[in-house]
């Protein structure tokens, strides 16, 4: 079945600093990946959309130049949280669909995220 | 944009019994209804989803159930186990994003 990959599954950084999480489709091209942000025992929210060749389009209240997404091929995209606060400190998670449509969803293995 | 609204938030059960989560969104144009179970620090893993023009879909111990008029889908799990504990979170699909709106995650609990 499709799979995605997330790299890494853990990062901790300092404040101030810049983390880059990747995510990968392995067997399928994927024209649109989505981001998602998940605090401590709350739901995930959709932080973003990415496109691939043109700008990813953020939810209300994400900042776009804090959260920097690239969609550069039909099998990567990045996000990159900016400038770090504790406060930015979650789980971050990527989801897939294949090219031409359909309705499947995969998602990635995740990234916590820890600030300090 | 799509609005969830997912009940219980807290399901405690007892082994063998049966368990019911009811999810309601407000797209009416959506059409693609997912339940998801996430363990802790794990990513959503999709157990059963429906699509528009089915009303009920069964998969051994797991069904689903949609109401397209009412805008609502529920999950049903029967003969319930230990290792269904986790968190369920219902992800009707946007149309217009075309992204997966969740609900805001049942915390199930089988004892033993």
């Known amino acids: 079945g499709a799979v995605v990959s997330q790299h890494p599954s853990r990062v901790i950084c300092k404040s101030g600093t810049s983390v880059k999480i990747e995510c990968r489709s392995l067997?399928?091209?994927?024209?649109?990946m989505f981001w998602y942000r998940q605090f401590p025992k709350q739901s995930l929210m959709l932080m973003a959309t990415?496109?691939?060749?043109?700008?990813?389009?953020?939810e209300q209240g994400v900042e776009k130049d804090k959260f920097l997404i690239n969609h550069a091929s039909l099998t990567l995209s990045t996000l990159t949280v900016t400038s770090a606060h504790p406060e930015d400190s979650s789980f971050y998670i990527c989801?897939?669909?294949?090219?031409?449509?359909?309705?499947?969803?995969?998602f990635g293995s995740g990234t916590r995220l820890t600030v300090v | 944009g799509e609005n969830v609204e997912q009940h219980p938030s807290t399901l405690s059960v007892q082994e063998g019994d049966s368990a019911v989560i009811k999810c309601t969104y407000s797209?009416?144009?959506?059409?693609?209804f997912p339940w998801y179970k996430q363990e802790l620090g794990k990513r959503p893993q999709l157990i059963i989803d429906?699509?528009?023009?089915?009303g009920e879909k069964k998969d051994q111990r797991i069904a689903v159930t949609l109401n397209k008029t009412a805008k609502h889908f529920s999950l049903h799990i029967t003969e319930t186990q230990p290792e269904d504990s986790a968190v369920y979170f219902c992800?009707?699909?946007?149309?217009?994003?075309?992204?997966?709106?969740f609900g805001s995650g049942t915390r199930l609990q089988v004892q033993p």
């Open positions: 992800a009707p699909r946007d149309t217009g994003r075309r992204a997966l709106t």
């Open positions: 990415s496109n691939e060749g043109s700008k990813a389009t953020y």
């Open positions: 067997d399928f091209q994927a024209t649109t």
């Open positions: 429906i699509r528009s023009n089915v």
């Open positions: 797209d009416s144009a959506s059409n693609y």
């Open positions: 989801s897939a669909r294949a090219s031409g449509g359909g309705y499947g969803y995969t």
